[in-house]
């Protein structure tokens, strides 16, 4: 069956150091997300990609970069992490119909 | 202005009795789109139901349905027969713009628990 995962589940670094947090989805889809989830702000869109070599900022991008170097991934990097960054991040994926966002099993990062 | 409201943090229910979940959005767009996703404390995020801005019959999956209210900006979700395994948060969410071409946008969520 098509999934979506991503690796780590939790992560736990200090501030300053680079992290990436990794996205792979088997559903062939074109259009990949990253979101993160904040408590009293639902999820909010960092970053996005409709195919290889795409990237958009989303509404919370700063800090974050992403790269698509094929369908299946996209890689989220914090260059420099900070406590602010400390959250629950999902990666999404959803095909060229666009009705149906679906969701990986989030990643819980905490940034010391 | 929020795309997305919810104004409910939470909510209960008794075990097999049907439960509404508001959400109003803004847009000034024709075409969009409105979701709804549920997610237990597991963590996952679980698409429920999708409503297309021209879609006139209102949206049904099983126990799901959406009560999409054009004129007032509404897109509640109803759920029949509550069971205990619907307790979770749920969220409402918006794309503007045709199919695929803009991200979610998404509500802060409401925490449903059913009772026994």
């Known amino acids: 069956d098509a999934e979506i995962t991503q690796s780590p589940r939790h992560k736990i670094t200090e501030t300053g150091r680079q992290v990436t947090l990794a996205c792979h989805q088997t559903w062939n889809h074109n259009n990949m997300f990253w979101y993160r989830q904040d408590l009293g702000h639902g999820l909010r869109l960092i970053h996005y990609?409709?195919?290889?070599?795409?990237?958009n900022k989303g509404e919370v991008s700063d800090g974050y970069s992403v790269s698509r170097s094929n369908t299946e991934d996209l890689p989220l990097t914090l260059e420099s992490a900070a406590s602010s960054q400390t959250s629950v991040y999902f990666c999404?994926?959803?095909?060229?119909?666009?009705?149906?966002?679906?969701f990986g099993p989030g990643t819980r990062l905490t940034v010391l | 202005a929020q795309k997305i409201t919810q104004t409910q943090p939470g909510m209960f229910v008794q075990e097999k009795e049907a439960v509404t979940l508001d959400c109003t959005y803004d847009?000034?767009?024709?075409?969009?789109?409105l979701f709804w996703y549920k997610q237990p404390s597991s963590g996952e995020m679980i698409f429920l139901i999708y409503?297309?801005?021209?879609?006139?019959q209102n949206a049904t999956e099983g126990r799901y349905s959406l009560n999409f209210q054009k004129a007032r900006k509404s897109a509640n979700l109803v759920i029949s027969a509550s069971q205990l395994g619907d307790s979770a948060m749920y969220f409402c969410?918006?794309?503007?713009?045709?199919?695929?071409?803009?991200?979610?946008?998404f509500g802060t969520g409401t925490r449903l628990t059913v009772i026994p």
């Open positions: 409503q297309g801005s021209y879609d006139e």
């Open positions: 847009t000034s767009d024709q075409s969009y789109g």
């Open positions: 990609s409709y195919g290889v070599q795409d990237t």
């Open positions: 999404a994926s959803e095909g060229q119909g666009g009705d149906t966002q679906y």
């Open positions: 969410a918006m794309r503007e713009g045709f199919q695929g071409a803009n991200n979610l946008f």
